[in-house]
């Protein structure tokens, strides 16, 4: 099947998922204006996952790989797989930290509070639930659906569960969820509705009844096991994540600003929606659009090429598309951590290969020499006190967007060494948070488009 007809099928099923879920999800608030979340990144004094204390710079990069070549992992696993309302979604107060960003909300009828890691690559929001056949250690109690009068499990008869190759299936008349990650993560359970809160002071929730999210009963290789994080929380394009369902309370339309990471105070973040986001001065926006791809819902945008230092690299112009098998193409994630460039040969040309002589050749020429980081991280020098002159890179995207990467966001720097902060990517090129950093990000998924500016994130 062609990608245009594939795409067109995908479109159809996502529309059809959203009228069911639009018609299914009602909302009711004491303050209807505004939603405030409290997530705090696992590095973060405020968060479950606080290691600053007890973590060297080098072993908080090498978990910093771990993560991001568990998403790569996913993504490999997602390439093959094959009405307006007056109360409008705002935003969502966030903590700045390190790794993670983790949602704090309560769900069912008891107002069990749950923590989940806040992922714009990830689709179905799922939680551990009990009654549990493995489940993986966790601070907090684990959500009791047994408990709850507003729990319901999803039908058979739904969509989700209708779609061939889907992570969907009807088993004993139950609609089952698998996400079997290659790196080794994997949850099962059942695809079920239920009531969300979520709290925007001690007096005020914003309430959705009947959102579709994952029950999960089988979870191994968890990487957040033994904190109070107990899931996921998914804002990408799939029609169970949650962007989707609540799209009609967010016009399609989210925003975030990562404060630099190096920065060990938490700042406070925003996660705007609709009309709540901000104005992007003209002068400063780019605009690039999305590309659509059946069967896939992250977040791609055509990447043209990248300039090393001011010296545009020739690559051709099939390097960074999508491919038809799924694989390749760029997309932009802020649960990918590092950027990843993919290794593979397009047109006999590595993409990976090429930026990392280019490293090596300028840093080499500055008479630096390699050294090795725990992390893992490929090329790093040491670094001599009297040396700043670091590279910097563009990625040119569609629609003359250009991204500029500065130093500081392009490297990871230790006490005496640094390294360049870009991964091998062995299914397509991510555009990682550590390259967001000091970005005004605004996903205008009913626009098909992604706008950026550079922007001092701390005034958020």
């Not at 009711?28 to 606080?50: E, F, K, Q």
């Not at 983790?102 to 069912?108: E, Q």
């Not at 001690?202 to 029950?215: E, I, K, M, R, Y």
């Not at 609709?274 to 069967?295: C, N, Q, S, W």
Request: proline share 5%.
């Amino acid at each position: 099947m062609s990608l245009s007809l594939r795409f067109l099928s995908a479109k159809l099923f996502l529309c059809l998922c959203l009228t069911l879920f639009q018609h299914h999800v009602t909302f009711s608030a004491s303050n209807p204006t505004g939603l405030t979340l409290r997530a705090v990144l696992d590095d973060s004094p405020n968060s479950p996952l606080y290691l600053i204390e007890n973590m060297t710079i080098a072993e908080r990069i090498e978990r910093f790989i771990q993560v991001t070549n568990a998403k790569d992992n996913y993504l490999n696993l997602n390439a093959r797989v094959g009405p307006d309302n007056s109360n409008s979604l705002s935003r969502v107060v966030m903590a700045r930290d390190g790794l993670f960003y983790s949602v704090w909300l309560l769900i069912g009828s008891q107002g069990q509070e749950v923590k989940l890691l806040m992922d714009t690559g990830g689709g179905l929001t799922w939680t551990q639930c009990q009654p549990c056949l493995n489940c993986f250690p966790q601070n907090l109690p684990i959500y009791d659906s047994r408990a709850s009068t507003t729990y319901s499990t999803l039908s058979c008869d739904h969509p989700l569960c209708q779609v061939e190759g889907s992570l969907y299936t009807c088993v004993d008349d139950l609609c089952i969820f698998v996400h079997n990650y290659h790196g080794g993560l994997y949850t099962t359970g059942v695809a079920s509705l239920e009531t969300f809160y979520f709290p925007m002071d001690p007096s005020t929730a914003l309430t959705f009844n009947n959102l579709v999210f994952g029950c999960s009963r089988d979870s191994r290789n968890v990487v957040f096991q033994d904190t109070e994080l107990s899931g996921i929380f998914g804002m990408n394009m799939m029609p169970d994540s949650l962007m989707s369902q609540l799209s009609s309370f967010t016009n399609f339309r989210f925003s975030y600003c990562l404060v630099p990471f190096p920065d060990l105070i938490p700042h406070t973040l925003v996660l705007r929606f609709g009309d709540d986001i901000p104005l992007l001065p003209p002068e400063r926006v780019k605009t690039t659009m999305f590309v659509h791809a059946p069967y896939l819902y992250n977040y791609y945008v055509n990447l043209v090429t990248i300039s090393f230092l001011n010296d545009r690299l020739g690559f051709p112009p099939s390097q960074f598309q999508l491919r038809e098998d799924g694989l390749g193409g760029c997309f932009v994630d802020s649960g990918y951590l590092l950027t990843a460039i993919e290794d593979n040969y397009v047109g006999g040309v590595n993409a990976y290969d090429v930026l990392m002589d280019l490293f090596t050749a300028y840093y080499e020429s500055n008479n630096l020499r390699r050294t090795t980081d725990p992390s893992g991280l490929d090329m790093c020098f040491e670094r001599p006190n009297d040396f700043n002159n670091f590279a910097n890179l563009t990625f040119h995207f569609d629609g003359e967007a250009d991204y500029f990467v500065p130093p500081q966001h392009l490297h990871i720097f230790q006490q005496d060494h640094f390294c360049v902060a870009i991964t091998r990517g062995r299914y397509a090129t991510v555009l990682g948070a550590w390259q967001q950093q000091n970005k005004r990000m605004l996903y205008d998924v009913g626009l098909g488009r992604l706008q950026f500016a550079d922007e001092n994130c701390a005034n958020d």
